[in-house]
């Protein structure tokens, strides 16, 4: 009877929280367009920043475009072209402090796994942000990995 009551109280507990349907990740999505290398846009208009790496600005406002930074945006622009089937994954915080959607991107029809290719292919660094940190590990090595390759912005950028 207690682990009942329990049991009740926490699934009551659960459906009390609301979690925005703007800002939690879809499983299945479509690309709209990509902003620059680490950021875009899919379906119904949500803008995601990729979890746990950072590819050179090429579009922020009041600041030059960095080293690689058209490169790595037109990278993720043609793995991703508009109406690109995607699959998202979140980590433990939703938003960042820009109020952009948190995820880690997959592609539907391959499975490449959109973050670790940016930073495979020297297209981003790592950016561990605690607590999102479910394959920080693996960018780390990947990074690695890059930079020992001297790809993209490792043999590039000063």
């Given at each position: 009877m207690v682990v009942t009551a329990l049991a009740i109280a926490?699934?009551?507990a659960c459906?009390?929280?609301q979690v925005d349907p703007v800002a939690s990740p879809p499983g299945v999505t479509k690309v709209i367009r990509v902003v620059d290398g680490d950021t875009l846009i899919v379906e119904p208009k949500?803008?995601?920043r990729l979890i746990g790496v950072d590819a050179p600005e090429s579009v922020a406002p009041n600041r030059p475009i960095e080293c690689m930074g058209r490169e790595a945006s037109r990278f993720?622009?043609?793995l991703l072209p508009p109406g690109t089937e995607v699959?998202?994954?979140s980590d433990v915080e939703l938003l960042d402090s820009y109020d952009r959607t948190l995820a880690y991107l997959w592609i539907g029809s391959s499975g490449l796994f959109v973050n670790a290719e940016l930073v495979r292919q020297g297209?981003?660094?790592t950016l561990t942000i605690p607590p999102n940190i479910a394959y920080a590990d693996e960018f780390a090595n990947l990074a690695i990995e890059a930079r020992l390759a001297n790809r993209g912005l490792w043999s590039a950028c000063p």
């Open positions: 926490a699934m009551s459906s009390a929280r949500v803008r995601i993720l622009s043609e699959r998202l994954e297209f981003a660094q």
